[in-house]
């Protein structure tokens, strides 16, 4: 079993940056593709994007692709994720996720997520 802790959501303005935090316990880290999925409300929950066990390769929705950058620091059990240049319509829960397939991007292909944490871009 892993346990995702994800953090560092919070209200910001349109243009500004957030990075979020997922630290896994319970497991060995590095056997699972990392994800961060978001979700509006009343939206179903989105693919954002996605990293290989060991960080070599990397996969981004259209929507978020050269604003986010995922990264991992598998000494620390930890996945990261940087958001810049936010806009208004990146506003959702973000979610991260543990896939001990290869990097899928849809939500049934994930094995284990954490509770979330709310984001919010003001116009």
């Known amino acids: 079993q892993v346990r995702l802790v994800d953090s560092g959501g919070g209200l910001v303005q349109a243009g500004a940056s957030l990075r979020l935090s997922c630290v896994g316990f319970?497991?060995?880290?590095?056997?699972?593709?990392m994800a961060w999925f978001r979700q509006a409300p009343g939206q179903e929950r989105e693919f954002v994007v996605s990293?290989?066990?060991?960080?070599?390769?990397?996969y981004s929705a259209d929507s978020v692709r050269g604003r986010f950058t995922i990264s991992r620091d598998n000494a620390k059990n930890t996945v990261y994720l940087q958001m810049d240049r936010l806009k208004p319509e990146d506003t959702a829960v973000y979610y991260c996720?543990?896939?001990?397939?290869?990097?899928?991007?849809?939500?049934?292909?994930?094995?284990?997520w954490g509770r979330g944490t709310q984001v919010t871009v003001s116009s």
């Open positions: 996720a543990a896939s001990s397939a290869a990097s899928k991007m849809r939500p049934m292909d994930y094995d284990y």
């Open positions: 319970g497991g060995t880290f590095v056997r699972y593709a």
């Open positions: 990293i290989s066990p060991f960080g070599s390769s990397t």
